[in-house]
C-alpha cells in the first residue's frame, strides 16, 4: 500500500526545490562572464596589444608582445576562474559554449584583419590605434550577447529535465 501524502506540503516542497534551482540558473547567469571587468579588461589588454603591433616593431618584438599578451590573458583566466563561486561540472558547456567560442574568434579576429587593411594607408600610429579601438570595440559588442545566448541553454535545458522527471513519477 502507499503511504499517505500531504498534498499542501508537497506542493511546497516542489516550489522551494523550485525556486533553489532558480537561484542555482540565476547565479550561473550572472557569472558566466566574470562580470563586466574581466571583459573590460579582456579588451584592454587586447586594445593594448594591437595598439603596440600599430607601431610596427621588429619580429623579435612582436614575439615578445604576443607571449606577453598570452600570459597576461592565462592569468586572467585564472584569477576569474578561482574567483569564481560556482563550479560547473564540464557537461554543463556544449554546443552554445563551442558556438559562442568560435563565434568570437572568428569575429574579432575578422575584424582584427579588415581594419587593419583598411587602416593600412594612414599613418601606423593612427592605424593602429584606429585598428584596436575598432577590435575591441567589437569584442566588447559581440561578448554580452553572445554569453547571454550560450548561458540561456542552461535554464531550458534544467526545465526540460524536471518535466521529464516529473512525467516520470
Same mark, same amino acid.
Given at each position: 500500500?502507499?503511504?499517505?501524502?500531504? /498534498?499542501?506540503? @508537497?506542493?511546497?516542497?516542489?516550489?522551494? !526545490?523550485?525556486?533553489?534551482?532558480?537561484?542555482?540558473?540565476?547565479?550561473?547567469?550572472?557569472? /558566466?562572464?566574470?562580470?563586466?571587468?574581466?571583459?573590460?579588461?579582456?579588451?584592454?589588454?587586447?586594445?593594448?596589444?594591437?595598439?603596440?603591433?600599430?607601431?610596427?616593431?621588429? #619580429?623579435?618584438?612582436?614575439?615578445? /608582445?604576443?607571449?606577453?599578451?598570452?600570459?597576461?590573458?592565462?592569468?586572467?583566466?585564472?584569477?576569474?576562474?578561482?574567483?569564481?563561486?560556482?563550479?560547473?561540472?564540464?557537461?554543463?558547456?556544449?554546443?552554445?559554449?563551442?558556438?559562442?567560442?568560435?563565434?568570437?574568434?572568428?569575429?574579432?579576429? @575578422?575584424?582584427?584583419?579588415?581594419?587593419?587593411?583598411?587602416?593600412?594607408? #594612414?599613418?601606423? #600610429?593612427?592605424?593602429?590605434? !584606429?585598428?584596436?579601438?575598432?577590435?575591441?570595440?567589437?569584442?566588447? #559588442?559581440?561578448?554580452?550577447?553572445?554569453?547571454?545566448?550560450?548561458?540561456?541553454?542552461?535554464?531550458?535545458?534544467?526545465?526540460?529535465? /524536471?518535466?521529464?522527471?516529473?512525467? @516520470?513519477?
Amino acid at each position: 500500500m502507499s503511504t499517505p501524502v500531504d /498534498a499542501e506540503q @508537497a506542493w511546497t516542497d516542489l516550489q522551494r !526545490i523550485r525556486v533553489t534551482q532558480e537561484r542555482v540558473y540565476d547565479e550561473v547567469e550572472r557569472g /558566466a562572464s566574470g562580470g563586466p571587468g574581466s571583459a573590460y579588461l579582456t579588451a584592454a589588454l587586447m586594445w593594448l596589444f594591437l595598439a603596440g603591433q600599430g607601431l610596427e616593431p621588429p #619580429l623579435w618584438g612582436s614575439l615578445l /608582445a604576443l607571449a606577453g599578451y598570452l600570459v597576461l590573458l592565462g592569468a586572467l583566466g585564472v584569477s576569474e576562474h578561482r574567483r569564481s563561486r560556482m563550479r560547473l561540472h564540464h557537461s554543463r558547456y556544449d554546443r552554445r559554449s563551442l558556438a559562442m567560442f568560435l563565434g568570437g574568434a572568428t569575429v574579432t579576429g @575578422a575584424t582584427v584583419v579588415l581594419s587593419g587593411r583598411l587602416v593600412e594607408p #594612414l599613418a601606423p #600610429l593612427t592605424a593602429g590605434l !584606429i585598428q584596436a579601438t575598432v577590435s575591441a570595440g567589437v569584442f566588447l #559588442l559581440f561578448l554580452g550577447p553572445a554569453t547571454r545566448w550560450s548561458v540561456g541553454a542552461l535554464r531550458t535545458r534544467g526545465a526540460r529535465r /524536471a518535466a521529464r522527471e516529473e512525467a @516520470a513519477r
